[in-house]
């Protein structure tokens, strides 16, 4: 049942109470803002993360690996080394497939 609602202050949408418990929606809650042709869709994103985040995620994880190799080369090698030995056993079963 469609229904009206107002931009606030800072672009703020109160969701009405019903469309919220309906939804399960709760203060806090992430939601993904897609532009439609015909308007704007609203769609849960509880395990979803940005683009943004995503980059950032990668680029601190990818500093933290340049650190280790440069500052504990050794331990570096011991993190390669036990990658190596797991990295066999993902495979585990997969060759008795038909």
């Known amino acids: 049942m469609p229904t009206t609602t107002k931009v606030g202050k800072r672009g703020t949408v109160v969701i009405p109470a019903a469309v919220r418990e309906r939804y399960r929606l709760h203060e806090g809650m992430r939601l993904i803002v897609e532009e439609h042709p015909d308007g704007i869709l609203l769609r849960h ?3 979803s993360i940005s683009a943004e985040e995503r980059e950032q995620f990668f680029r601190e994880f990818d500093e933290q690996v340049a650190a280790t190799q440069r500052d504990d080369p050794e331990g570096w090698e011991a993190e390669l080394a036990e990658r ?5 056993t993902l495979l585990d079963g ?4 038909p």
Not at 94 to 97: A, C, N, Q, R
């Open 45 to 47: 994103a509880s395990f």
């Open 84 to 88: 190596r030995i797991y990295e066999r």
């Open 94 to 97: 997969l060759e008795d497939e």
